[in-house]
C-alpha cells in the first residue's frame, strides 16, 4: 500500500495483531510507527473480507480520508495521519486512542456519573460544533463512534467514524444512509432527512446511554412515547439534565433543540470549570482507603444537613436512594437498596453514598464495600498515597480511576 506522495505502509509502519475494533466496513488495529516507535490505529479494509462491496468501501474509506483531513486537528476528533491503497488494500492511519470506545467503556463499567457525562458530552459537543461550521454532518454519532482516553481526567472524547458523514454540499446526491438503529432520529428513519438536528438527537442519545447505561428507545419507532426519564434510573440525575434530554428527544424537528440549544442550557452551565480550553490534568491513579472514607462522611453529612435544614441548595444531581433514607433518617445496614440505580454492571462513577463502605461510615450510609477492595492491597492495608486529600469535587473520578488501573 502507498500513501499520496508514494511511501510505503510497510516501510513506515509495523502492523500487530492486536485489534481494537471490528466496524462494519474494515478492522481497526493497532500499528507501530518505525521511525518514532508511536503507536497509532490502523483502520484497514480488505478486498478479500468484503469482495461485494469493495468498490462501496473504496469510496467510503477515501471520502472518510478526506473529510479527516479537512476538518484538521480539534482535540475532539480522532486526528488523521495517513491514507495508503493498493487494488486489495486500504489503510487510514490515526492517533490511537487508548481506552476504547464509549460502548466498551459502558460495557464495563455500567451508567457513568453525571459529573463524568457532563465533561464528555461537552467534548461531544465541541466536535459537533466544529462539524457543523465546517458544513458537516457525521450522521453516524453513537457509543462506538465516540472514543474515549482515560487516562485524562475527565476523559477526554474523540469522535471518529466519518465513513457516513457528508459536506452539505454533497448532501442532496447522498441521501440513502437510514442512520443506525437506536439512534436515528424520526426523521432519518421517515425520510431520510438529513440536517444538523439528526446530529444532536444522536447526542441526545449518547448522553441519555451514558446516564443510564441503556439506550431510550428500543424499536424504530420507540420515540412516540416520551423517553423514560422518571424510573429509578433517574433518581439521581439532575433535573438541568432531563429537561435538555427532553429538548435534545424532541421527535418534531422544528421543536427539537440545537446545538445552540445545548451551549445555552442550565445544565451545560453547572460546571463552569469543565468549560476550559486547555487540556484536562492527567488523572490521579488511585485514592486510599482512608481518603475516600473521609470524603465519604464528610460528603454524607453535608447532604445530610442540607437536606434535614430544608436547604438542599443546588444539588448537582437528584438525590439518591441513601441520600433520602439518611435525610429522612431510615438508613438500615442491610445496603443501599439504590446501588447501581442507573442499571451499571459495573458499577457507576457517580460518588454516591453508595460507592464506598468505609468501616467508620458504613453504618451511616449503609454502602457495601465490594467496590473498595482494589484500594487495598493483598493484606487489606491502604495503599500508601504521596497527593494530597482531593476535593469532594474530585470525588467522582474515582470510578474512572479503576478503568485506569485495569
Ligand atoms: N483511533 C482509534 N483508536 C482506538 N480505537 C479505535 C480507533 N478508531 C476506531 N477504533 C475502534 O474500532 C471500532 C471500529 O472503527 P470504525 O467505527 O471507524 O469502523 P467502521 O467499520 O466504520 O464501523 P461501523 O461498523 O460503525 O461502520 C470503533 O468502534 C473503536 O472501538
Ligand atoms: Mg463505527
Known sequence: MLDAA?????TLYEMSTSKLGDGMTACVFVVKDRTTGALRA????????????????????RHESTLLQEIGYHPNVVRWEGSF??????????????????QQLLQRHGALAEETVHAMI???????????GLGILHRDVKLENLLCDTSTRPPRVKLCDFGHAVTQRDLMADRQFYGTPGYAAPEVVQGPVWTAKADVWA???VMY?????????????????????????WWRVSLEAKLLLQALLEPQLDARGSLQTFEQSAWRALSPDQRRDEPPAPMRQAFSYSEMSAMQVQQSEARRKAMTSGRAGPLPHAASWTELQLATGTASD??????????????????????AAPADA????????????????ENGDDQVMETPAPSSAEFSSIGLMKIVEK
Open 42 to 61: 490502523c483502520k484497514l479494509a480488505e478486498r478479500r473480507a468484503q469482495r461485494h462491496n469493495w468498490s462501496r468501501l473504496c469510496q467510503l474509506m
Open 122 to 132: 461537552c467534548q461531544l459537543f465541541a466536535a459537533l460544533s466544529r462539524l457543523h
Open 203 to 205: 447526542m441526545g442519545i
Open 209 to 233: 446511554a451514558m446516564l443510564a447505561n441503556s439506550l431510550p428507545f428500543d424499536c424504530e419507532d420507540g420515540w412516540r412515547r416520551p423517553a423514560d426519564l422518571s424510573s429509578r434510573a
Open 334 to 355: 442491610a445496603g443501599d437498596a439504590g446501588a447501581g440505580d442507573a442499571g451499571g454492571a459495573g458499577g457507576e462513577l457517580w460518588p454516591g453514598p453508595a460507592a
Open 85 to 102: 491503497a493498493s487494488c486489495n488494500r486500504l489503510a487510514i492511519v490515526m492517533e490511537l486512542v487508548v481506552g476504547g470506545d464509549c
Open 362 to 377: 458504613a453504618s451511616a450510609a449503609g454502602a457495601a464495600d465490594a467496590p473498595l477492595a482494589s484500594l487495598c492491597d
Open 6 to 10: 508514494g511511501r510505503c505502509f510497510d
